[in-house]
């Protein structure tokens, strides 16, 4: 049956097709370093958000700057999505800092790396 072999072809293609985008995925997600994502969060968020293992009187939060292991401990409000969302515009007063895609992700890598109980550091 010809028509068969030319079903398998276009089955065995799309399932290349997703291996290859399901690849991707696991790429982007190990591209995030959460130690980056610490370590610019010392920098340029500690001001005024509070950071899991620095001395908290080093830090003046804002108010109304919900500390890193709030945002940890909260999952459905500061999910990946929403946290990307919200830091890819700069926030009052975070007005000077811009952040790239890949700060953001590693910002989002560190916040899940405190949610899975691994400390802040
Ligand atoms: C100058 C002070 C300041 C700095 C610096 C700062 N923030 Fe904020 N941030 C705030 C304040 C105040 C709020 C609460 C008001 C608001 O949502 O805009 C906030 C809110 C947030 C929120 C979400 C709040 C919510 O409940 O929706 C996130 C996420 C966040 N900051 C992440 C960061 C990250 C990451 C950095 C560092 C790159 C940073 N902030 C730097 C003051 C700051």
């Known amino acids: ?13 799309r399932v290349a097709a997703l ?11 190990q591209a995030a370093d959460w130690r980056a994502g610490r370590g610019l969060a010392l920098r340029h968020c500690g001001k005024c958000h509070v950071i899991p293992g620095e001395e908290i009187d080093k830090a003046q939060p804002a108010a109304g700057a919900p500390s890193f ?5 909260d999952r459905e409000r500061y999910n990946d999505e929403q946290v990307a969302a919200f830091l890819s515009k700069p926030h009052y007063p975070m007005q000077a800092i811009v952040l790239s895609k890949r700060d953001i992700a590693n910002v989002i ?13």
């Not at 049956?1 to 293609?13: L, N, T």
């Not at 291996?19 to 997600?29: E, K, P, R, S």
């Not at 292991?69 to 401990?73: D, L, V």
């Open 1 to 13: 049956m010809p028509g068969m072999e030319d079903e398998m072809k276009r089955i065995m293609a």
């Open 19 to 29: 291996l290859a985008v399901t690849a991707g995925m696991v790429v982007t997600a």
């Open 69 to 73: 292991a709030a945002m940890a401990a």
């Open 109 to 121: 890598a560190w916040i899940n790396h405190i949610r899975e109980g691994r400390g802040g550091k």
